[in-house]
């Protein structure tokens, strides 16, 4: 998806280009423009790239526009690349590549009245999103303090595990060491994360256990958090797939969590 913040699509390859790099300035910091167009007839452009390497996230991101009303034809591109790597995710660093063929892109509007680029289909591509385990155990252990010191706890000794229990789905675990004041207490955080068909992560069997006073307080604060997220769904790639369909959808875990997936049209 790609919201171009105008009510009027751009009417030349040199407009869109400009408009698209506005666009993902506002929700990355960016070393330099990401996006290159070469066209063949606008709207038939020959190549679109969308470069993100050394990209941060500037803050929050916004959510997704809601879009309104019937899609229609925009732009065909015969070749699409989006990349980037060592995307910057608070502490993790997320690497992904995206390659397509035969794109179809179609527009519409947000509830605002801007333009909103939507994939509609794809004759051919694939995907590959990967973080080292490393990047994402320091991303849960920045969570889990900033939650736990709320409560005059601190939290220091996190292991993540990962194990693949099947070709979309992996068990994980959180080991980890409550303190508060001079009582200290080990915690394990349990749960289950699955990717569907629309490459959408969905976590479920969230639990919080451990031995003694603190682990008794800490689970007890962070259970509640954790119920919040028991069946919350994570899209990993925001475009809406219209005619596209994924398949071949594989997870696989080792100092490195890859996703890849294969697309194209359902026809």
């Known amino acids: 998806m790609f919201p171009l ?5 751009p009417s030349t390859a040199v407009d869109l280009q400009a408009r698209l790099n506005e666009s993902l300035r506002k929700v990355f910091n960016l070393p330099r423009d990401p996006v290159e167009l070469r066209e063949t007839a606008y709207p038939h452009l020959a190549e679109m790239r969308v470069s993100l390497d050394g990209a941060k ?13 019937q899609a229609v034809p925009a732009l065909t591109v015969d070749s699409f690349a989006a990349t980037g790597s060592g995307v910057s995710v608070g502490p993790a660093a997320v690497d992904f590549a995206l390659q397509a063929k035969g794109v179809e892109l179609h527009r519409a509007n947000d509830e605002q009245g801007n333009v909103v680029l939507l994939l ?9 999103i990967s973080t080292s385990t490393s990047g ?14 709320k409560h005059g706890v601190s939290v220091d000794n996190v292991q993540l595990s990962l194990r693949s229990s099947g070709p979309r789905s992996l068990a994980a675990e959180v ?25 959408n992560a969905r976590l479920s069997g969230l639990d919080c256990t451990g031995e003694g006073a603190i682990a008794s307080v800490a689970c007890g604060f962070l259970k509640p958090q954790l119920q919040k997220m028991e069946g919350r769904v994570f899209p990993m790639m925001s475009l809406p797939l219209g005619q596209v369909r994924l ?6 875990v080792g100092e490195r969590l890859s996703v890849t997936a294969e697309f194209g049209s359902a026809a």
């Open 136 to 149: 994402l155990q320091a991303l849960i252990a920045e969570v889990a303090s900033a939650e736990a010191g």
């Open 120 to 128: 509609q289909d794809a004759a051919e591509g694939e995907i590959e």
């Open 247 to 252: 398949r071949d959808v594989h997870i696989a």
């Open 57 to 69: 996230l500037a803050g929050r991101p916004p959510a997704p526009p809601r879009v309104s009303g």
């Open 175 to 199: 080991r980890l060491r409550g303190r508060k004041l001079f009582m200290s207490a080990a915690l394990r955080i349990t749960g289950q994360l699955d990717i569907d068909d629309e490459l």
């Open 5 to 9: 913040n105008t009510a009027t699509f």
